[in-house]
């Protein structure tokens, strides 16, 4: 079975893609390309799914990834080993042949671009990230090295949807505080549901950035196609695996 790529048309044009779950060597509950260090994989698989990944979308690129802390951190990616990756939870680059990578498993991986400057980033937006403005601080960065918010695009790949995340009071209620108008992310169903990446294309698009788009597909509601961290844990799975979303400049 061949890697199943998603790609944006809005950033057409560009090698990336966010990958599911299919055409990896990983088995048991975490069965496919599992690209998750911290799960309880065998690494070997790992490593073998991450190579399958990163030549599907940019082959013979170096891969950057970061240590992931749901925060609003981003960095300028350097091949790091992984080992040695820095904590944060996007990267940004203007290098060709550097592979930009997110590791998600309901949270929101965003991709995003400035063709004309030739400046990328990727971004891993969960809602701790989200609301502390992880999008923002990716854009901040690639302004730094040359792009310009109003012709930056993105894309918002598969994360959990707003039928599957069912949320206590007490997380809407800090959203409402951040934001009173961030109720029209929440409905009663009957208990709170969060509509996360509506809320992270609606950051994004308050940004002023040129123009962005969602995948639209619910990581949560698609067993075969995707990882889910909730679903894993709402079937008392011992361990769960992550799918990656990648981004590069070709050479």
Not at 166 to 181: H, K
Not at 195 to 215: H, M, N
Request: hydrophobic share 45%; aromatic share 6%; with cysteine.
């Amino acid at each position: 079975m061949s890697v199943d790529v998603i790609r944006s048309p809005l950033l057409a044009g560009i090698a990336h893609g966010f990958l599911g779950r299919l055409g990896g060597v990983s088995q048991g509950v975490v069965a496919g390309l599992n690209v998750g260090m911290g799960s309880g994989d065998d690494p070997a698989a790992v490593v073998e799914n991450v190579r399958r990944a990163t030549a599907a979308v940019l082959s013979g690129a170096a891969l950057s990834r970061v240590y992931q802390v749901h925060s609003a951190t981003a960095v300028v990616a350097e091949p790091w080993p992984m080992d040695d990756r820095p904590k944060a939870d996007a990267l940004v680059t203007d290098c060709p042949g550097l592979l930009l990578g997110i590791v998600t498993a309901d949270c929101a991986p965003v991709l995003l671009a400035d063709r004309q400057a030739g400046v990328i980033g990727a971004a891993h937006a969960g809602w701790r990230g989200a609301i502390d403005g992880v999008t923002d601080a990716t854009i901040s960065l690639m302004e730094s090295l040359g792009a310009r918010r109003d012709r930056i695009i993105a894309a918002v790949g598969p994360c959990i949807a707003q039928e599957s995340y069912e949320v206590d009071p007490g997380f809407r209620d800090r959203f409402l505080a951040a934001d009173p108008a961030n109720d029209r992310f929440f409905r009663e169903a009957p208990t709170p549901h969060f509509d996360l990446p509506a809320y992270v294309l609606a950051r994004l698009a308050a940004a002023g950035i040129a123009s962005v788009e969602g995948v639209a597909l619910d990581t949560y509601a698609h067993p075969e196609r995707f990882y889910s961290y909730r679903r894993a844990s709402h079937r008392g799975e011992a361990d769960y695996g992550r799918q990656v979303s990648l981004i590069g400049l070709s050479p």
